[in-house]
């Protein structure tokens, strides 16, 4: 746990430390589009005004008696009554401590919430971030094969006209040509599509051009066998859940009736017409019978809830401990993989040099000379995949651990 917690606080570090990432900034834009982020200010808002509740005087609002009484309707005389009177609802013993447990509950359960929504559009974002990193990485491959076709088919163009290639070399060569311009149409239209996924989640104008920056995340160090993060947004708002539930099953149980009443009214009251008002003052209580059965009902319910959370939120820790170490695994394969790409990616570049240089001087053969540049594309396509495979198991890794964007 202190791994994990330590993971927490270094990558809070370090997204303090350095400037934000095109990623970051498109989660960041993203959110304040999500209808979640909108309501966020109104939810807490009655979160706590439901808190403030509990430092009232009395739990419900004051009520305001007016009556007015006689035994001849529509005539002045006779007797004559009038009375004005107030009801102070009072609070139950325990009620109001529990209440205000209640708003606090609340209010945390709100926060909770929030950055629960933010980890899912996290995950979201990331999905389509990275699905557009490597369609336009397979643009720019594309489009780096396509000029080498072209120079290879110039190449084989100048050696026809010396007399050193057949023809059908050349024909072959400019089929590698129109080949690599069918793979740029296609690799443009995969990555014009990625881009208007991302851009739906909040991108518009401002997202960066393809190429410009990966986007890569800092790797969070963890131990052999990290564990949840105990503020991990999922489980927190899990808990969360729980708690306002059992809080809200602390206060039915004292709400085992409706609250009682103070009473305090004054009377002006006259036998007949022409006699003199009589004034008086009455103080009462009204204490209601007990809620029986249905607060009983009421407390059931809520703790059924509460034992449900808690019981969502153990299976989700289960869960998310193995989504953490399948993670960690997969971005430390992804590293080594992208590593072991470069290196033959680098070495498939020099071969290709020497070959080429070869060629152009008529030290190699044709069938030579094709299979090194379709090795070498080979290469760069698998390099190419490899690090964006890496940036994007580094992203899962950080989404496994609960942290967002940077």
């Known amino acids: 746990m202190w791994l994990a917690a330590s993971a927490l606080a270094l990558a809070a570090n370090t997204a303090a430390a350095q400037p934000g990432t095109p990623l970051q900034a498109l989660f960041e834009q993203a959110w304040q589009l999500q209808p ?16 403030s509740s509990a430092d009232a005087w009395t739990p419900e609002p004051a009520a305001l008696e007016l009556e007015s009484k ?11 009554e009038y009375t004005v009177g107030l009801a102070l609802p009072l609070w139950l013993p325990g009620e109001r401590a529990r209440r205000a447990a209640l708003g606090d509950a609340e209010l945390q359960a709100v926060h909770s919430a ?3 929504a933010q980890l899912q559009l996290a995950g979201r974002v990331r999905d389509a971030w990275w699905q557009w990193q ?11 094969q396509e000029g080498s076709a072209k120079a290879l088919e110039a ?16 024909y072959q060569a400019q089929a590698g040509v129109a080949q690599a311009q069918a793979a740029v149409a296609q690799a443009r239209g995969g990555c014009t599509a990625a881009r208007t996924a991302l851009t739906a989640l909040g991108g518009g104008p401002q997202l960066p051009v393809a190429g410009d920056s990966l986007g890569m995340e800092s790797t969070p160090a963890l131990g052999q066998a990290p564990g949840v993060p105990p503020e991990h947004p999922t489980l927190a708002e899990g808990e969360r859940q729980a708690a306002l539930a059992r809080r809200q099953a602390e206060l039915i149980a004292v709400q085992t009736r409706a609250n009682p009443e103070l009473t305090l009214s004054a009377a002006s009251a006259r036998g007949q017409a022409g006699e003199s008002y009589q004034q008086s003052v009455t103080l009462g209580v009204r204490l209601p019978l007990g809620a029986g059965v249905r607060a009983q009902a009421r407390e059931a319910a809520a703790l059924a809830q509460a034992l449900e959370a808690d ?34 990616a680098e070495l498939a570049r020099a071969t290709r040099g020497f070959v080429a ?27 190419q ?16 651990l609960g942290l967002l964007p940077e």
């Open 36 to 51: 979640e982020a909108r309501a966020l200010p109104l939810r807490r808002q009655a979160a706590q005004a439901q808190r």
């Open 70 to 80: 006689t035994d001849r309707v529509g005539s002045r005389q006779g007797e004559r």
């Open 114 to 116: 929030a950055q629960a």
């Open 134 to 144: 490597r369609a336009c990485g397979e643009l720019t491959l594309a489009q780096d």
């Open 155 to 170: 190449d084989v163009a100048r050696r026809l006209a010396a007399g050193d290639m057949a023809r059908s070399d050349h």
């Open 311 to 344: 019981t969502r939120v153990q299976r989700e820790r289960e869960r998310l401990a193995a989504d953490i170490q399948s993670a960690q695994a997969q971005a430390g394969a992804a590293a080594a993989q992208e590593q072991a790409m470069a290196r033959n």
């Open 357 to 383: 240089k070869a060629f152009s001087l008529g030290e190699a053969d044709w069938p030579t000379r094709l299979r090194v540049e379709q090795d070498a594309q080979l290469a760069e396509r698998q390099w």
């Open 385 to 400: 995949r490899a690090r964006v495979d890496a940036a994007a198991a580094t992203s899962t890794l950080r989404q496994a």
